[in-house]
């Protein structure tokens, strides 16, 4: 187990229970993000490069953007924006924490990345069906387990028809509760995406290379279309 990273993880926890009592569920992202006062140390996701799941599914796949519309939901310090720009896309990048999205802005500002502000159940003018590619890593699992279903149809509903989701998380078994944050998710958890009108079409499961880590799941979905 790696201590400095269990310490950080416990903090957030800390953190998270703590506005969770005042009944503000989304406000420790922010809290978290100043805190560091630009010190990505202390933050646990944000280690400054693309989620080394997806970039391993990415390769496998020969994932190619060709200029294809794409977003990352919740992009903290846009990392995975930036693989995707760099594979092709064309990115926009979206998180409720406004410090996240300065500082995305900061490190990553000579690319034309769209880095915006924005509330995942408040997404702007045009966002809805309107990308052909969607990521969405870790960001479902920090959330209360009670808003899943809603956090799920929030983030399937700006694939476009024929457009493709790619969804990254910590994977546990239907019959195994989740017992602390981050909340891993079972294949029933993730069954929530095809009632959204999306098609499985790919899984792949993932050893972590930390001991006492859950599995990672790499789950591909494409929104049925005329031709599929």
Known sequence: ??????????????????FAKRGDVLGWFEALYKKAAGDNDVIPWADLEPNKYFK???????????GRN???????????????????????AFDISPTAIE?????????????ETCDLFKPFRGRLGAFDFVLEIYTIQPLPLEMRPKVVDAIAAFVAESGRLVVVTRGRDDDTEPDELPWPMSRRDLSRFEQ???????????????EDEPPRFVVEYVRKGQNN
């Open 1 to 18: 187990m790696d201590i400095e990273l269990e310490e950080k993880r416990r903090r957030v926890r800390e953190l998270q229970a703590e």
């Open 56 to 66: 391993a599914w990415a390769e496998s796949t020969g994932l190619k953007g060709d």
């Open 70 to 92: 794409a977003l990352v939901v919740g992009c903290g310090l846009g990392d995975d924006a930036k693989y995707l720009y760099d594979l092709g896309f064309k990115v926009t």
């Open 103 to 115: 500082w995305a802005k900061q490190l990553y500002g000579d690319t034309d990345i769209a880095f």
């Open 196 to 210: 959204n009108g999306l098609k499985q079409t790919d899984f792949v499961e993932m050893l972590p290379d930390e």
